[in-house]
């Protein structure tokens, strides 16, 4: 008989594959190989949002004109969405501990240009090589944490921390991003490199090093690299750029039309290629794709949330980055207090009421948040949102990424990750552009009527894909449960069989 993933995942640690960390306590190395994998996690996360902050003052220091200067965000979001599935197959063929100090090295690199150079696209070719080395290391880092963890509630353990990170990451963004800004933008690309440079010294010396290739002769699937890259670029790119150029431009719609002629070739190469880059097979894994779109709908509506409040309170209430980076520090707060216990919540509750209960939280800080006007209180209106948005975090965010990769082979685990890793990263991409687009339905963005009518049609996105995420949540988490209640009276009943059989009399012939 088949379990579910929730069954999976509550499986003792015991009967699983042995591991270095299957123990109940943890010694100085497996400490040591979870920071420093959690540290690049976290700079992945933080530079997603970080950097945004500091976007007028590289627009004033550089001379960049408005239309340039979003690329500064924009670039990150398509080197790490456009790589993502190259780098987590890349993880499996050519060893994780290698792409992971490949990327992490890439990542610095860029960083490091980004922050000294004095040239506009300088910057923007520096932020799309960040976010190239962020898809390597981010689905490497993953697969690192499932094949060193055992199974089971240690597994769960390490993945509370380690999306913690991640979580605290996007969460502190703003606030990191301010504090840094207020100094000098330059520091917003110039820390991460010594961040980045502790995560590859830690790497180097306390990942284990890579097992021989899984890969059995033939070729490397360069025509499938090439595609699939090629496709999630131009997908990605056409949705950064349709609030701009419009949603049924000639050109958005001639981008969209090419992703999916290049996605539709991908497939028929994979089909067809002995070793293809994505085993078609891995997709029909429910667990995985279900993660992945909880993903999307997690990091797609808390970023559209964050970018309103961040409008508001800057544009409308004529806060300064500091201030605004405060009021968001509660939600940074609760997820590193909530985050490192989420493990032995999953392990109790299961993966789908973990992430059911984190988007009731999220629904009711959106439906709190509506209720902004021009001079709504902070600790009244404001708060309670944040407050949610610190619980839902680490109840969803972990739990999302043990659904993903419980259940699948190592060999595969990284080309899994960097499936999950692109729900997280496209799905931010398109609801945060479809949000922008209804923002803009609201008026003129001078009116302070028009633009509160703005912040609210957003919010009515964010706040409708969150309900349907829950209800959604609620239904695989009600079937799982019956799942179990089957599966737990079938091993009754297998258990009392013998014993009526041995009980019993024997039949007359």
């Not at 429910?286 to 544009?315: D, E, N, R, W």
């Not at 590193?336 to 999953?346: C, E, S």
């Amino acid at each position: 008989m088949t379990t579910s993933p929730e069954e999976e995942v509550q499986t003792s640690a015991e009967t699983q594959t042995k591991t270095p960390a299957e123990g109940n306590s943890w010694g100085l190395r497996e400490w040591g190989l979870l920071i420093s994998v959690c540290a690049a996690f976290f700079l992945d996360a933080l530079d997603n949002i970080m950097v945004g902050i500091a976007v007028p003052p590289i627009q004033a220091d550089l001379g960049m004109t408005t239309e340039s200067v979003q690329w500064v965000v924009s670039a990150y979001v398509l080197g790490f969405g456009g790589f993502l599935l190259l780098g987590g197959r890349m993880a499996d063929l050519l060893g994780r501990r290698r792409m992971f100090l490949a990327g992490v090295a890439v990542f610095a690199v860029g960083s490091l240009v980004g922050g000294i150079t004095n040239e506009g696209l300088v910057v923007i070719v520096a932020r799309f090589v960040m976010g190239v080395g962020a898809a390597f290391t981010a689905p490497a880092g993953l697969s690192i944490i499932v094949t060193s963890f055992a199974e089971g509630p240690q597994r769960n353990r390490a993945l509370g921390i380690y999306t913690a990170c991640g979580a605290v990451g996007y969460s502190t963004g703003v606030i990191v991003g301010g504090s840094l800004t207020e100094i000098n933008w330059r520091w917003t690309f110039l820390l991460p490199v010594a961040v980045a440079l502790i995560a590859f010294a830690g790497a180097l010396s306390l990942v284990p090093r890579d097992a021989a290739s899984g890969r059995r002769g033939g070729s490397f699937d360069i025509a499938g690299a090439v595609t699939v890259t090629a496709a999630m670029l131009l997908l990605v790119y056409s949705i950064v750029e349709a609030p701009t150029a419009g949603w049924t431009s000639p050109g958005t719609l001639g981008m969209f039309a090419a992703s999916v002629v290049l996605l539709l070739a991908f497939v028929v190469i994979e089909r067809r290629t002995a070793q293809p880059l994505l085993r078609l097979g891995l997709l029909r894994n429910g667990a995985l794709v279900g993660a992945s779109l909880v993903a999307a709908a997690i990091l797609g509506t808390y970023m559209s949330f964050q970018f309103i409040g961040g409008l508001y309170l800057q544009s409308l209430r004529d806060w300064s980055p500091m201030q605004m980076a405060l009021a968001f520090l509660p939600i940074g707060l609760l997820i590193a207090t909530i985050a490192p216990r989420a493990g032995k919540l999953i392990s109790r509750f299961g993966v789908r009421w973990m992430i059911f209960a984190g988007f009731v939280a999220y629904t009711a800080s959106y439906l709190l948040f509506l209720r902004i006007d021009e001079a709504s209180p902070y600790v009244w209106v404001i708060l309670p949102s944040i407050l949610l948005i610190g619980v839902a975090f680490p109840f969803s965010f972990p739990a999302a990424n043990v659904q993903a990769t419980t259940g699948v082979a190592d060999s595969e685990q990284g080309l899994a990750a960097g499936v999950l890793q692109t729900g997280y990263q496209v799905g931010a991409a398109i609801v945060l552009a479809f949000v922008t687009a209804t923002m803009a339905a609201g008026g003129e963005a001078g009116e302070t009527t028009a633009t509160l009518s703005g912040y609210h049609n957003g919010l009515y996105v964010v706040t409708g894909i969150s309900v349907v995420t829950m209800l959604l949540t609620l239904v695989a988490a009600l079937r799982a449960s019956a799942r179990r209640r089957v599966a737990a009276s079938a091993a009754v009943a297998d258990h009392q069989t013998p014993r009526r059989r041995r009980t019993g009399k024997c039949a007359r012939p």
